[in-house]
């Protein structure tokens, strides 16, 4: 009589690491895109900058952040909250004061943000030098 083939059992974590999905933002459908927009949306990377030296209220950040508009900070804020980066805390007293900081998760992305930021600040020259050769040969 044929033997019934063995289960083998598997471990709690085992069990976590085998139905974790596997994400590659090179994939269409990866939802990770979504998050690599936004990250790379230049409103956002500038309001997580000014967010890491600590909460700030929506006047605060216009200030901050030369040209933003407050339609395009709200809109980066909310999407924001809603990606769980940013935090929105309200307070009852006359003017309702509403405060804005980063979360935890918000929180990790501080040194990268940082490093691009300084980056760019650090190469700009080069940056604009190369344009102007570019725009140079194409004209």
Known sequence: MPRAPRQT???????RAASRVTYNA?????????????VGEKWTTLTIAALA????????????????S??????????????GLVTRTVTPSM???VDYELTPL???????ISA??????????QI??????FDALTD
């Open 70 to 83: 407050q339609k395009m900070l709200t809109q980066t804020l909310r999407t924001l909250e809603r990606d």
């Open 106 to 112: 918000g929180c990790t992305l501080v040194p990268v």
């Open 9 to 15: 059992t598997k471990t709690a974590e085992q069990q």
């Open 95 to 97: 003017p309702v004061r």
């Open 26 to 38: 090179f994939l269409a459908a990866c939802p990770t895109r979504e998050v690599l927009a936004t």
């Open 128 to 133: 604009l030098a190369a344009r102007e050769d």
């Open 116 to 125: 691009l930021k300084t980056w760019s600040e650090t190469n700009i020259e």
């Open 53 to 68: 030296d600590g909460p700030q209220r929506h006047g605060e950040l216009m200030r901050t952040i030369a040209g933003a």
